[in-house]
């Protein structure tokens, strides 16, 4: 009689075990995948972003779209990460560099100072790049900006991860 109340206890003792790793589990996920996950690019090669940019807007001068991306999921967390790049038409191709400096990460603006007409200019330390990103010798940047992969959706404009500048 003593024993199957022991078992018994035992047995629930286990089952809350269970029940308390599997909660601390479901809470550390949310912050493993906060650690390992680039939040600030698209989760995937083949995922894209809505932009509110319509690309029967665009011309052959940048303009700035921001964009965010929405947190994917549980409710444990919420994180939208707002995002922006510099886009615009070369013929029929949408073209979007992102804004951020390969000298040491400041904000890019195209045309960001009276002297630096139709160029990305950066503040910073006066980096400077040709409108198709490559960044002009003898400013700080080494390399051109680099580039989000487009697609174009019902007429909008969708953002996806960034890579090498292609243009250059
Ligand atoms: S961070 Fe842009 S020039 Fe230095």
Not at 18 to 44: E, Y
Not at 94 to 105: D, E, F, N, R, Y
Request: contains cysteine; aromatic residues 10%; charged residues 25%.
């Amino acid at each position: 009689m003593m024993s199957s109340k022991v078992s018994r206890r035992q047995f629930l003792s286990y089952t809350l075990m269970g029940v308390g790793g599997f909660m601390a589990s479901a809470m550390l996920m949310p912050m493993v995948r906060f650690a390992v996950d680039p939040v600030l690019q698209p989760k995937s090669e083949g995922e894209f972003i809505p932009t509110p940019q319509k690309v029967d807007q665009l011309t052959d001068s940048p303009v700035r779209v921001d964009f965010t991306i929405k947190d994917r999921k549980d409710a444990w967390y919420k994180s939208d990460v707002s995002n922006t790049a510099w886009v615009y038409k070369e013929g029929d191709t949408v073209i979007a560099l992102s804004p951020v400096c390969k000298h040491l990460g400041c904000t890019v603006s195209w045309e960001g100072d009276e002297k630096h007409k139709n160029e990305f200019f950066c503040p910073c330390h006066n980096g400077r790049y040709e409108k198709n990103g490559k960044n002009i010798p003898g400013s700080p940047p080494l390399g051109p900006l680099d580039e989000y992969m487009v697609n174009v959706v019902d007429g909008y404009v969708y953002l996806g991860k960034t890579v090498p500048n292609t243009l250059v």
